[in-house]
């Protein structure tokens, strides 16, 4: 038996290196942690700090190699789980210490219902007697952690559930054993800001109704405001800031503390140019736009009925103007970004861009048309050609618009764009997979920019990205507006990302436009209880709130 003094959890001293042809990597520099019965801890830091490794180790999950424990232990209840035996280990994995992952698609198994995956942990671990109550105690669960139509729904798979309901089924096998100990790792990351509230409440409530001890590994400062009792800060593998997390934000002591509390979106009033919008000159103008998507019943065919992705949408973008396109998945907003690409035809409606119809452009009109409009996409890795050089990613628009530049000058001009965006000459001969996703994503923001383009539409351009790169990345869009004098279409589903770089907002509800106007209105006094959800699922604490004025200047 635990004496009532020892921790839940306690890591000492703990060194992880990795081996790498470019030598070793100190992913992990010697921690000390500790969680209490009953308590969330969270851990936070940007990618590559080390945080989520520190995971793997508790859960035995390290690839090793590459990975190696070169230093100290961590205890569970007393028990130093590196000195365990495998058997040992996995007796402790899943019934007394379980984890919840980032991305519950890649973690479920895609050809087995989502009822006897959550059945299956009972019956590994014997704490079912047979098939049948396995099944019954997996509905159970699932009714637990709200998802409705338990029964019927776990015969289902996990393609046929939303992101949301994916991670409620991650946190019922979690739960199944009743674990003393829940580690969350990135645990909302890819969700709308509104179900990623749900799911952290739910987790809170759960955690309140078991007493279990919770670790919650986040890039997320505001979600560590809404859920910890504790913080530690990780940066480059060690902890540069621990404590109560009230405290550590308030008082914080570490400068890199201090730069990540300046890169949260605060909700205070912004001072924004008095320019009217109305005196700049359109650039787009879409009216009654409509996107439909015929449905068919899969291999034996026939129709199932018709998507409405977008309903009657229009809008106008004028010059030196950001438009923010704000709503949840689903809600209609990439399916604008690809008809504004030319990459779909509407079902009706149009688009004029200087006052030509953009539906009707063919050849040449057309092509000058994508050399005026270019687009950020969501995955800057994904979006990169890996086998190319930084170099040649960028030159790609000048050798399709060959009449930009003469051949000789693409080396000086992609050096210059390298600058622009905040990166060194010397870049231009790696490989995207060389760069963080920050850098990444600058590189893509330089490829929009070769074909100096009028207007850049950024479909969730930051939503993969840490709080502190978000925060860069919006600042160089926001700068680059200022000195190109573009125009940003910026899509996003988290209001706050938003507040001190758009101009205007559009909410967007199931393909629908439910409020529309200026940013400050939108925030002040938002007229649609939609909107107002949206609002209210991504506030920060109030106590996290900086007193000072954020100023805005822009266009």
């Given at each position: 038996?635990?004496?009532?003094?020892?921790?839940?959890?306690?890591?000492?001293?703990?060194?992880?290196?990795?081996?790498?042809?470019?030598?070793?990597?100190?992913a992990v520099d010697g921690i000390n942690l500790t969680v209490e019965r009953g308590e969330t801890l969270a851990i936070l830091g940007e990618s590559g700090s080390g945080k989520s490794v520190s995971a793997s180790v508790v859960m035995n999950i390290l690839d090793m190699p590459p990975g190696r424990i070169t230093a100290g232990s961590v205890r569970f209840e007393g028990r130093d789980l590196l000195k365990m035996t495998p058997a040992e280990r996995r007796k402790i994995n899943g019934s007394e210490i379980a984890i919840i992952f980032q991305d519950p698609l890649a973690h479920l198994n895609p050809v087995y219902s989502v009822g006897w995956q959550i059945a299956e942990v009972f019956r590994i671990h014997g704490r079912a007697r047979d098939a049948a109550e396995a099944n019954e105690k997996a509905i159970a669960l699932m009714e637990r952690v709200g998802i409705s139509n338990a029964r019927s729904r776990a015969d289902q798979y996990p393609h046929q559930f939303s992101g949301?309901?994916?991670?409620?089924?991650?946190?019922?096998?979690?739960?199944?054993?009743?674990?003393?100990?829940?580690?969350?790792?990135?645990?909302?990351?890819?969700?709308?800001?509104?179900?990623?509230?749900?799911?952290?409440?739910?987790?809170?409530?759960?955690?309140?109704?078991?007493?279990?001890?919770?670790?919650?590994?986040?890039?997320?400062?505001?979600?560590?405001?809404?859920?910890?009792?504790?913080?530690?800060?990780?940066?480059?593998?060690?902890?540069?800031?621990?404590?109560?997390?009230?405290?550590?934000?308030?008082?914080?002591?570490?400068?890199?503390?201090?730069?990540?509390?300046?890169?949260?979106?605060?909700?205070?009033?912004?001072?924004?140019?008095?320019?009217?919008?109305?005196?700049?000159?359109?650039?787009?103008?879409?009216?009654?736009?409509?996107?439909?998507?015929?449905?068919?019943?899969?291999?034996?065919?026939?129709?199932?009925?018709?998507?409405?992705?977008?309903?009657?949408?229009?809008?106008?973008?004028?010059?030196?103007?950001?438009?923010?396109?704000?709503?949840?998945?689903?809600?209609?907003?990439?399916?604008?970004?690809?008809?504004?690409?030319?990459?779909?035809?509407?079902?009706?409606?149009?688009?004029?861009?200087?006052?030509?119809?953009?539906?009707?452009?063919?050849?040449?009109?057309?092509?000058?048309?994508?050399?005026?409009?270019?687009?950020?996409?969501?995955?800057?890795?994904?979006?990169?050609?890996?086998?190319?050089?930084?170099?040649?990613?960028?030159?790609?628009?000048?050798?399709?618009?060959?009449?930009?530049?003469?051949?000789?000058?693409?080396?000086?001009?992609?050096?210059?764009?390298?600058?622009?965006?905040?990166?060194?000459?010397?870049?231009?001969?790696?490989?995207?997979?060389?760069?963080?996703?920050?850098?990444?994503?600058?590189?893509?923001?330089?490829?929009?920019?070769?074909?100096?383009?009028?207007?850049?539409?950024?479909?969730?351009?930051?939503?993969?990205?840490?709080?502190?790169?978000?925060?860069?990345?919006?600042?160089?869009?926001?700068?680059?507006?200022?000195?190109?004098?573009?125009?940003?279409?910026?899509?996003?589903?988290?209001?706050?990302?938003?507040?001190?770089?758009?101009?205007?907002?559009?909410?967007?509800?199931?393909?629908?436009?439910?409020?529309?106007?200026?940013?400050?209105?939108?925030?002040?006094?938002?007229?649609?209880?939609?909107?107002?959800?949206?609002?209210?699922?991504?506030?920060?604490?109030?106590?996290?709130?900086?007193?000072?004025?954020?100023?805005?200047?822009?266009?």
């Open positions: 038996m635990a004496e009532p003094k020892t921790p839940l959890l306690a890591i000492e001293g703990l060194k992880v290196q990795f081996s790498s042809p470019r030598g070793v990597v100190k949301g309901q994916r991670q409620r089924v991650m946190i019922a096998m979690a739960l199944a054993l009743s674990p003393k100990l829940i580690i969350a790792d990135e645990p909302t990351t890819a969700l709308d800001v509104t179900v990623q509230r749900q799911i952290l409440e739910l987790l809170k409530e759960l955690q309140r109704e078991m007493g279990m001890g919770l670790i919650l590994i986040t890039h997320d400062l505001a979600v560590a405001g809404l859920m910890a009792d504790r913080v530690a800060i990780i940066k480059d593998g060690t902890i540069v800031e621990s404590g109560g997390i009230r405290e550590a934000f308030t008082t914080p002591k570490a400068a890199y503390t201090h730069q990540l509390l300046a890169a949260i979106p605060q909700v205070e009033r912004t001072q924004r140019s008095e320019v009217a919008n109305e005196l700049r000159p359109p650039l787009l103008v879409a009216r009654d736009l409509s996107k439909e998507y015929h449905l068919s019943r899969g291999l034996i065919g026939g129709s199932a009925g018709t998507l409405r992705a977008v309903d009657r949408v229009s809008f106008t973008l004028r010059e030196k103007q950001t438009l923010g396109i704000v709503g949840e998945s689903g809600s209609g907003k990439s399916t604008i970004a690809r008809l504004l690409m030319r990459l779909a035809d509407p079902s009706s409606g149009s688009v004029h861009c200087r006052d030509k119809n953009l539906f009707s452009l063919r050849g040449p009109d057309l092509l000058a048309f994508r050399r005026d409009v270019q687009m950020v996409f969501q995955d800057p890795y994904g979006s990169l050609n890996p086998k190319m050089t930084v170099a040649d990613i960028i030159a790609e628009p000048l050798a399709i618009h060959r009449d930009i530049l003469p051949r000789a000058q693409w080396r000086d001009r992609v050096r210059e764009l390298l600058g622009l965006v905040g990166l060194k000459p010397e870049h231009a001969e790696r490989y995207p997979h060389q760069f963080s996703g920050g850098q990444r994503q600058r590189i893509a923001i330089a490829r929009a920019l070769a074909s100096e383009p009028r207007i850049i539409i950024c479909d969730e351009a930051v939503s993969a990205l840490d709080v502190s790169i978000q925060a860069q990345i919006i600042t160089l869009l926001a700068d680059l507006r200022d000195k190109l004098d573009l125009s940003y279409v910026f899509i996003t589903h988290d209001l706050p990302v938003v507040r001190s770089f758009a101009d205007e907002i559009m909410v967007m509800k199931a393909g629908a436009v439910v409020e529309h106007g200026r940013t400050d209105d939108l925030f002040l006094r938002p007229r649609d209880e939609y909107t107002r959800k949206l609002l209210s699922a991504g506030e920060i604490p109030g106590w996290m709130q900086r007193s000072d004025t954020t100023e805005h200047h822009g266009a």
